[in-house]
């Protein structure tokens, strides 16, 4: 598993997978911080329905301008998840079709950090107490290789992370949902 990262070359670019808006401010706020020159990359087509989808994201647009940060908003294609996750939508909370929802986000973030010959990506779903950041960590790292990439492990949680995200989305009054996303986990909320 990859190591944290205490400073990083000035200028230096990274894709920030944003699952959304809470999540991904203190990310943004400490990866600036460490030099990097932040790319954020909302690719999230599990959120449903579209209005939340809508509701999301331009917490994120709001977010970006804020930190004066490149925002690359991915295609919203429900059917890509959907198919993605067939099979898996009776599986609970924290199994199998979570597991696949993040393999694809993470997918498609090291697709387009390729794309945009971004060497090191990372993803702000492992902020969230709800997340499992070994996991999501270890299949970071196995992604990244397919593409010739970093994975930036880091534990975003560290030092109260979860507590300075919400701060943050308090003081800039960001979109605030009650559910991780899809329609299976509105279901359970």
């Known amino acids: 598993m990859a190591e ?12 920030l997978h944003a699952c959304c808006a809470i999540c991904s401010a203190y990310p943004i706020s400490l990866l600036k911080e460490l030099g990097y020159e932040v ?17 999301r994201l331009d ?12 925002l690359i908003i991915g295609d919203y294609e429900p059917e890509v998840y959907y198919n993605y996750v067939k099979g898996l ?5 924290k199994g199998a079709r979570c597991d696949k929802c993040f393999e694809l986000r993470l997918h498609k973030s090291a697709q387009k950090a390729y794309e945009l010959g ?10 969230s107490p709800h997340k499992n950041y070994e996991k999501l960590t270890t299949l970071g790292e196995i992604i990244a290789a397919q593409y010739d990439l970093l994975y930036f492990g880091y534990n975003f949680r560290k030092n ?14 960001l979109y605030r949902q009650n559910y991780c996303g899809c329609r299976f986990a509105m279901q359970n909320s």
Request: glycine share 2%; aromatic share 12%; hydrophobic share 30%.
């Open 4 to 15: 944290s990262k205490d400073t990083v070359s000035s200028n230096k670019k990274i894709l």
């Open 39 to 55: 790319v954020v990359y909302f690719y999230n087509p599990n959120i449903y329905p579209k209005e939340e989808y809508e509701k």
């Open 59 to 70: 917490s994120e647009i709001r977010l970006c301008e804020h930190f004066g940060c490149e």
């Open 89 to 93: 939508e009776q599986e609970p909370e």
């Open 118 to 127: 971004i060497k090191e990506f990372t993803t702000s779903m492992v902020i």
């Open 160 to 173: 109260d992370g979860f507590l300075k995200t919400n701060i943050i989305a308090n003081s800039l009054n």
